[in-house]
């Protein structure tokens, strides 16, 4: 019987870990990107920017990003998805957070940051990783106030830089940066660390 309680015991534990809140799970949770072409695996910092981490993460979980496209690529710069279907339609996302760029996070190369508008608390789904050094995006100062870094490419800097070197021109609303054929995050998923 004491051994019959042992495993139900056991099997609660396994069963709550699956659905610990937020707060409670890894400091630095992973997530693969699967792209039409290749996967991408990003390491999260919850401490240095728990909002944007909770905010992504829940993107992540609500399925949101599957079927998005990366919309704006910009060799020599950076990458950007997380917004658009591929017939270029803009996903109703949740509402804007904070921006959390003052976290001592840089946009060094192969960081993965939030994209925002010129309303430095309006960033919602869409993110882009960081293709070289991109200081001039840091937080400075109240007038310099910067785009928020919250995570690292871990593994698939080959895919970045494939999708980096896609051709790209105009599509939708977009002049020009739009790849000519459509890079698709076919899903986004919560991963163990290896």
């Given at each position: 019987m004491r051994h019959d309680l042992w495993i139900s015991l056991a099997a609660l534990l396994v069963l709550a870990a699956g659905s610990l809140p937020l707060s409670a799970q890894p400091a630095n949770p992973r997530v693969?990107?699967?792209?039409?072409?290749?996967?991408?695996?990003?390491?999260?910092?919850?401490?240095?920017a728990p909002i944007t981490v909770k905010n992504f993460l829940?993107?992540?979980?609500?399925?949101?990003?599957?079927g998005t496209i990366f919309h704006r690529v910009i060799d020599g710069f950076m990458i950007?998805?997380?917004g658009l279907t591929a017939d270029m339609n803009q996903k109703a996302g949740y509402p804007p957070i904070k921006n959390e760029s003052g976290n001592g996070l840089r946009n060094a190369r192969g960081s993965v940051a939030m994209a925002r508008t010129n309303d430095l608390n309006s960033a919602t789904s869409q993110f882009f990783i960081n293709l070289v050094d991109?200081?001039?995006l840091d937080h400075v100062n109240?007038?310099?106030?910067?785009?928020?870094?919250?995570?690292?490419?871990?593994?698939?800097?080959?895919?970045?830089?494939?999708?980096?070197?896609?051709?790209?021109?105009?599509?939708?609303p977009f002049p020009k940066d739009v790849p000519v054929e459509k890079i698709i995050i076919n899903k986004a998923a919560v991963v163990e660390a290896k």
């Open positions: 693969l990107i699967k792209t039409s072409m290749g996967d991408i695996t990003l390491e999260l910092d919850r401490a240095k829940s993107y992540v979980q609500d399925k949101f990003y599957d950007q998805g997380g991109n200081a001039a109240d007038a310099q106030y910067g785009y928020a870094v919250f995570g690292k490419v871990v593994e698939g800097m080959d895919i970045v830089n494939k999708i980096a070197a896609a051709p790209t021109g105009s599509g939708g």
